[in-house]
């Protein structure tokens, strides 16, 4: 019964390939996003979905693609992986009501690009 | 703009009260977040203020804010070895689903 769940927790990959990362909301929430954690654990938004339309885009490289086929699914395409994409990956969402944002996590993808 | 800052580390001893801070810049921020976050795993949120009080208090955590200068700190009561984690702050950004999270403070618990 976990509320947002990830595909794959780890993912090890050669520069130059493309993957993806699956994520999954049984919350009924309306909005989903992805997030980037670095090295140093800066989390930085990249992408929302509010019921499979893109709200935001954080001025990501176009190599990367999210896809929502419905509003409990919201998964992250990369073509061309480059070495500085090795992060931990987040997805969360959201009911968001007006301006009261509570979000929720996933347990997160690490991804190491070699 | 968006910036939100905090310290990188704090160390503590076991049954000692914690203090983390944390700044913001937007003024039109309407709630701040504290979340959670253990080895391996994704955000937890812990508590939320909104923008209008000053302070609030849930068990062991007390939340408070300085909306004139954009300041917010969590206290935790009595630290425990489990609290080990990194803390983040964030702000949501009025009329948008962005929530800008801070830089992150690492709470080290010593017995």
């Known amino acids: 019964d976990t509320a947002v769940s990830q595909t794959p927790k780890y993912l090890v990959t050669q520069m130059g390939n493309d993957k993806s990362i699956k994520c999954e909301q049984n919350?009924?929430?309306?909005?989903m996003y992805w997030y980037k954690q670095d090295s140093k654990k800066f989390l930085k938004i990249m992408f929302s979905?509010?019921?499979?339309?893109?709200?935001i885009n954080e001025t990501v490289p176009n190599r990367f693609s999210p896809k929502s086929p419905d509003k409990a699914h919201l998964n992250l395409h990369i073509n061309s992986l480059e070495l500085g994409d090795s992060a931990v990956y987040f997805c969360?969402?959201?009911?968001?009501?007006?301006?009261?944002?509570?979000?929720?996590f996933g347990p997160g993808t690490r991804l190491t690009v070699l | 703009g968006e910036d939100v800052e905090q310290s990188l580390f704090l160390s503590v001893r076991e049954g000692d009260s914690s203090v983390i801070n944390c700044t913001y810049t937007?003024?039109?921020?309407?709630?701040l977040y504290w979340y959670k976050q253990e080895p391996g795993a994704g955000l937890q949120l812990l508590t939320y203020?909104?923008?209008?009080?000053d302070m609030k208090q849930d068990q062991r955590l007390t939340v408070l804010l300085n909306k004139k200068d954009k300041h917010l700190s969590l206290r935790i009561a009595d630290t425990q070895t489990g609290d080990s984690a990194i803390y983040f702050c964030?702000?949501?950004?009025?009329?948008?689903?962005?929530?800008?999270f801070g830089t992150g403070t690492r709470l080290q618990v010593f017995p």
């Open positions: 969360a969402s959201s009911q968001t009501s007006g301006t009261h944002n509570e979000q929720f």
């Open positions: 919350l009924g929430h309306d909005t």
């Open positions: 979905y509010n019921n499979k339309e893109l709200i």
């Open positions: 937007d003024s039109s921020s309407t709630y």
């Open positions: 203020i909104f923008s209008n009080m």
């Open positions: 964030a702000e949501s950004i009025w009329n948008t689903d962005k929530l800008i």
